[in-house]
């Protein structure tokens, strides 16, 4: 539930989630796919193991003559070769023959077992043994004797028993991390289908903004939106296009707009002038280009909130999304992670269930205030043991207490912002939370 004329964080971000259409695929290396999200189901060309391979440094054998061995009566078995890894066998195991093997060589034909060498005594061609269980080094023993009976199928990974050819692997939608490229590489998949990197252009405004390094003069204040948003855009997966900073006047705002259609941005953010004060022209702007609503979004911090179309200047495509952030850093990083990282994730064609934030609880320690009819975003800090990692109560809730304490909750106070962990959720019929409360949890990324 909403106040009187704002809209639902749920509205907003579905408004600002059909407009955001994956992006055309491409094929790549397997090996460059590291964060790139599948746009085509991922096979495997290959079984693994491709054929039954030895899980161990030890002996290829026949299980049945090992059944009556134990350690008063060894089985003898005689050394007839040996199998090394990547060279295809070329002997035959017989009853009474055993076969050094190295741990993922395949299994010659004949053997259905492989005891492990720590199993074994070597014996030499004078029948004097060695030291027992030594590694699988060194001179080939002229016999070995085994201690044990071993189960056939001891010791030897089956053809396919990780996966088999044709299988999928990787489903469309999913992201690529370093397990999946070890998976799809292993399985003989030398290219995969995915979608291209988002570009999405970020533009800061304001007469008063100044590019971090530069002088300030008597009213300028660095700019810590565009290089927030730009990383922000960057750590969700897109390649991001630096628009600079607008002066609060609707040509220089309109260029830069039209700068990121010529880039072929697939979104553009605009921080700040999204307001309705005399200077506030980036709806103009926007309109000039394509289409805009001016909302009123039910949250806290972030209310004034912008949302626009423009049509593609290169080829063809979906029009391009156009939101307009607040000014505030602390209210534009916020509106970020509601509405825009979830965009950026979809244009970057993941599921609709990998698009936002896992939800955690935690219990906040610290009493909250906030504005009636708006869902409140409190940044937090969780609490820690000595090894870093967030302490849980019995009933597994994470205790956060506000970063900064309550003055570090107003949108213009960066630090307070750069200390937090997550976001804490307040909902929207709740206008005072006493400590002690449960509340909804979003992590946020950590360097």
């Known amino acids: 539930m909403s106040g009187p004329g704002l809209r639902s964080v749920e509205e907003a971000r579905s408004a600002i989630l059909a407009a955001a259409r994956p992006t055309p695929t491409e094929v790549i290396a397997t090996t460059d796919a590291q964060g790139r999200v599948v746009g085509q189901d991922v096979t495997a060309r290959t079984s693994l193991p491709p054929w039954p391979n030895s899980a ?29 890894a990547g060279v295809a066998p070329d002997i035959t195991v017989c009853a009474g023959g055993a076969v050094r093997i190295a741990t993922g060589a395949r299994i010659p034909d004949g053997a259905d077992a492989v005891v492990p060498v720590e199993d074994t005594t070597p014996l030499d061609h004078a029948g004097i043994a060695g030291p027992r269980g030594r590694d699988a080094t060194g001179p080939l023993p002229a016999e070995i004797l085994v201690h044990g009976p071993v189960t056939p199928g001891g010791s030897i990974r089956a053809e396919g028993s990780d996966l ?28 995969v289908t995915v979608h291209r990197r988002p570009r999405v252009a ?52 309109l260029a830069r707009l039209r700068r990121g259609l010529d880039a072929d941005a697939d979104l553009i953010i605009v921080a700040g002038g ?32 912008a949302f626009g179309t423009a049509p593609r200047r290169i080829g063809a495509g979906a029009p391009v999304p156009i939101v307009g952030l607040p000014g505030n850093p602390v209210s534009g990083a916020v509106t970020f992670e509601i509405f825009v990282r979830p965009a950026i994730r979809r244009l970057s064609g993941r599921g609709d269930t990998d698009l936002f934030r896992p939800v955690d609880r ?20 969780a609490d820690r043991d000595a090894t870093g990692a967030p302490m849980r109560d019995a009933t597994g809730r994470v205790g956060v207490r506000l970063a900064g304490g309550a003055a570090g909750q107003g949108s213009h106070v960066i630090s307070a912002l750069a200390l937090a962990d997550g976001l804490a959720v307040i909902p929207e019929t709740v206008d005072e939370v006493a400590a002690g409360t449960t509340v909804d949890l979003w992590w946020l990324d950590r360097a």
Do not use: C
Not at 220 to 228: C, L, M
Not at 278 to 298: M, Q
């Open 164 to 191: 088999r050819a044709g299988q999928t692997l990787v489903a469309v939608g999913t992201a690529i991390g370093a397990a999946l490229i070890a998976l799809v590489a292993g399985a003989g998949v030398a290219a």
């Open 274 to 305: 999204v307001s309705v004060g005399p200077f506030d022209v980036v709806k103009a702007a926007i309109e000039t280009i394509g289409s805009i609503d001016l909302w009123r979004v039910a949250v806290q911090p972030g209310k004034p909130f």
């Open 202 to 253: 970020v533009l800061a405004t304001g007469d008063e903004i100044r590019a971090p390094g530069e002088p300030l003069g008597p009213a300028g204040i660095p700019d810590a939106n565009g290089p927030g948003l730009r990383a922000l855009a960057a750590a969700a997966g897109a390649d991001v296009i630096d628009l600079g900073i607008a002066t609060d006047i609707l040509d220089d705002v």
């Open 362 to 381: 935690a219990v906040i320690h610290d009493p909250v205030t906030k504005g009636a009819g708006r869902r409140a975003f409190v940044r937090v800090i």
């Open 56 to 84: 161990m440094d030890g002996y290829a054998i026949q299980a049945a003559d090992t059944a009556r061995a134990g350690t008063d009566g060894p089985a003898r078995l005689e050394i007839i070769g040996e199998v090394r």
